[in-house]
């Protein structure tokens, strides 16, 4: 088993896929639209791993968790680049892009090295080699 993708609920939809496939080289299908629900989404593909589906519909209400903070449910996702100095890179980019980097980059106790931002709507990316 694996798991094949997660999906975000987003009212910014293109900001949110434009970010992943800038700082993450994420492919982008073409998109799905489907009017009578008022649906629209893409699905991102990283090199390898479980995609990402980038979903926007009418009504969703907005997530009333701080994301600074913890909570129960699911939190964060992790992607995986090449070297330590890659985690260090990336972070010190999006940073100067105006994306908040919550903690790190740093050693943990479990062995990775890692820096966690906020996405355009303040989704946790642990970003770890």
């Known amino acids: 088993m694996h798991i094949e993708h997660i999906a975000i609920w ?3 939809l293109e900001e949110m896929r434009t970010f992943y496939m800038t700082f993450f080289g994420a ?3 073409e998109g799905y ?3 009578v629900k008022k649906f629209r989404s893409y699905f991102l593909s990283f090199e390898q791993g479980a ?3 980038l979903m926007q519909k009418e009504g ?3 997530n009333q968790n701080d994301p600074v903070q913890q909570y129960i449910g699911l939190i964060h996702f992790a ?3 090449s070297s330590r100095q890659e985690v260090d890179q990336l972070s010190q980019t999006l940073q100067q ?3 908040p980097i ?3 980059p740093r050693q943990t106790g479990d062995g990775y090295y890692e820096s966690v931002v906020l996405d355009p709507d303040g989704n946790r990316i642990e970003i770890t080699a």
């Open 102 to 104: 919550i903690d790190g």
């Open 60 to 62: 969703i209400p907005d």
């Open 97 to 99: 892009a105006g994306y």
């Open 51 to 53: 995609r990402l589906e």
């Open 27 to 29: 492919a982008s299908n």
């Open 79 to 81: 992607i995986v680049v």
């Open 10 to 12: 987003t009212n910014r």
């Open 33 to 35: 639209h489907n009017p």
